[in-house]
C-alpha cells in the first residue's frame, strides 16, 4: 500500500511558475524508489491526461502538452515526488494528481501516461491560472 499527498496548488498568472509536491507513504514491501510515478491532471469538464512520469531508474517522460515547460523529478531521500512547472498557460488549469504504480521497465512507466493504468492515486491539488 502507497499513500500519496499532494501538495503546492494554488493560483497563479500566465507566465508564472508553480512547483508541485507529492509525497509518498509505504505500508507494504513497495518502496518509494522502485516505483513508476507520474503526474496527471483533470480540467472540469474533461478527461484525465497524463503530462509527466518518471520511472525507478529517473527515466523521464512528458506529454507534448508540457514539453519543454514542466519537469519531473524525485527526492527517493525525501520519498518525495515533484512536478515544476514554468510558463504557465491557462488551459494549465486543472486538478492535478500524483499517481504511481510497482516497478516496471521505464517503456511501461511511460506507457501509464496514455493507459493511466496507475496502482496508487492522491486526491488532488488544484492549479488555476489566469491571464
Known amino acids: 500500500q502507497v499513500q500519496l499527498d499532494e501538495s503546492g496548488g494554488g493560483s497563479e498568472q500566465a507566465g508564472g511558475s508553480l512547483r508541485l509536491s507529492c509525497a509518498a507513504s509505504?505500508?507494504?514491501?513497495?518502496?518509494?524508489?522502485?516505483?513508476?510515478m507520474g503526474w496527471f491532471r483533470q480540467a472540469p469538464g474533461k478527461e484525465r491526461e497524463g503530462i509527466a512520469v518518471i520511472s525507478s531508474d529517473g527515466s523521464t517522460g512528458y506529454a507534448d502538452s508540457v514539453k519543454g515547460r514542466f519537469t519531473i523529478s524525485k527526492d527517493n531521500a525525501k520519498n518525495t515526488l515533484y512536478l515544476q512547472m514554468n510558463s504557465l498557460r491557462p488551459e494549465d488549469t486543472a486538478m492535478y494528481f500524483c499517481?504511481?504504480?510497482?516497478?516496471?521497465?521505464?517503456?511501461?512507466?511511460?506507457?501509464?501516461?496514455?493507459?493511466?493504468?496507475?496502482?496508487?492515486w492522491g486526491k488532488g491539488t488544484l492549479v488555476t491560472i489566469s491571464q
Open positions: 499517481a504511481a504504480r510497482g516497478r516496471v521497465s521505464a517503456g511501461d512507466c511511460y506507457n501509464t501516461m496514455v493507459s493511466g493504468g496507475m496502482f496508487y
Open positions: 509505504e505500508y507494504t514491501s513497495t518502496v518509494f524508489n522502485v516505483l513508476c
